[in-house]
């Protein structure tokens, strides 16, 4: 297991700047994920780790060690790419073994780790299969025996799951995730996917622009985002604006808002008062109007059933519309009345102290 450290890396390409002074600390065995859109850096980042784009300035080291300017070979890593990169000539067996043979292992070795990888993965019937005659999930994990076949100081994976349907995808993060944990090797994930990063990382790097936007545990980040542009990137939300009531002890401010009064301990606001608030559409409770529950009215003005949850769209009597997210146990109609509850705790002013 190696710590990896990232200080101050810089990537111009031209007069862009791809990636722009990020610093990053991976412990040890720790499975970090690079999240963000397109064109925001985590592609390049992975590469500059890997070596395969040189950095501007700034330090990447593998415990203690600058290698900066170490070439991608020396470098000790294992690289997943979103297209599994096989040879499509040789075998499974042989796309494992080539690895070794460019490090001059012995033969013996090589089938050795070859067959163990293989029983890791869950592919010891598949030595003699070429890519072509594997499914997508299959080549998946071939790639990733490839890259763990030569027993890499540090595993780079790059979208891998990009070109794999909906539920292969599901059961393939459950995978990456298991197997990364028996191996104990430390991990950098590459995905644009919020559901990706939240359920497999340790921790998740949220980037913007070449920079890190956030960076912590992943409920941390779905909880107490830090600013509003991760909070509408990192699942779905509701954006509150609340007014400062008053400030009690300890700092906690009461605030007013369509859905009830709240407080909220540190809660940032502007020169007038206002407080700008974050709530998470499971977090909101529903009512039949006539349940007689205390709440805040409000209209069902849209429902979308997906199996095991529902979504809709809410209307309240103040004017304002949220979403909400439940499971199916009570159904609600577009038109019908509800009462809706929240929770004090479950709001997050934007920029509260964590």
């Known amino acids: ?25 991976i412990a040890k065995g720790e499975f970090i994920s690079l999240l963000g859109p397109s064109g925001c850096g985590k592609t390049t980042t992975l590469k500059m780790i890997a070596g395969f784009e040189d950095a501007t300035s700034g330090a990447i080291r593998f415990d203690g060690q600058d290698v900066v300017h170490v070439p991608a070979e020396k470098r000790d890593i294992g690289m997943v790419f979103q297209n599994y990169a096989l040879f499509p000539h040789m075998t499974v067996a042989q796309n494992l073994a080539f690895g070794l043979e460019m490090r001059r292992r012995p033969k013996r070795e090589i089938a050795e780790r070859t067959a163990r990888v293989l029983d890791m993965v869950q592919l010891s019937g598949y030595a003699d299969r070429y890519p072509r005659q594997l499914s997508g999930g299959q080549q998946q994990r071939v790639a990733l025996a490839r890259a763990l076949v030569i ?27 298991d197997l990364q944990k028996r191996v104990g090797i430390t991990t950098v994930y590459v995905t644009h996917d919020q559901a990706e990063a939240m359920t497999m990382s340790d921790r998740v790097v949220v980037m913007f622009g070449g920079q890190i936007a956030q ?14 542009e991760v909070a509408q990137f990192v699942g779905q939300v509701n954006i509150l604006s609340g007014r400062l009531l008053s400030t009690e002890a300890n700092d906690i401010s009461v605030i007013d808002t369509a859905l009830g009064t709240v407080r909220i301990g540190n809660a940032p606001r502007s020169t007038d008062g206002t407080v700008t608030l974050v709530l998470r559409p499971e977090a909101v409770e529903l009512f039949p109007e006539s349940a007689g529950q205390t709440g805040t009215p409000a209209t069902i003005t849209a429902s979308y059933y997906s199996g095991s949850l529902i979504d809709y769209r809410l209307a309240l009597d103040s004017g304002d519309t949220i979403n909400v997210q439940t499971f199916p146990r009570s159904r609600f109609s577009p038109g019908d009345r509800v009462t809706v509850k929240v929770d004090g705790d479950r709001f997050w002013a934007l920029g509260a102290a964590a």
């Open 151 to 177: 027993e890499p100081r540090i595993l780079l994976l790059d979208e891998p799951l990009a070109n794999l349907d909906a539920k292969l995808r599901e059961e393939m993060r459950v995978f990456i995730r």
């Open 215 to 228: 960076y912590g545990a992943p409920a941390d980040i779905y909880d107490r985002p830090a600013s509003l």
């Open 1 to 25: 297991m190696t710590e990896v450290s990232i200080e101050a890396l810089t990537k111009h390409y031209g007069a862009s700047l791809a990636v722009n002074g990020i610093s990053v600390k």
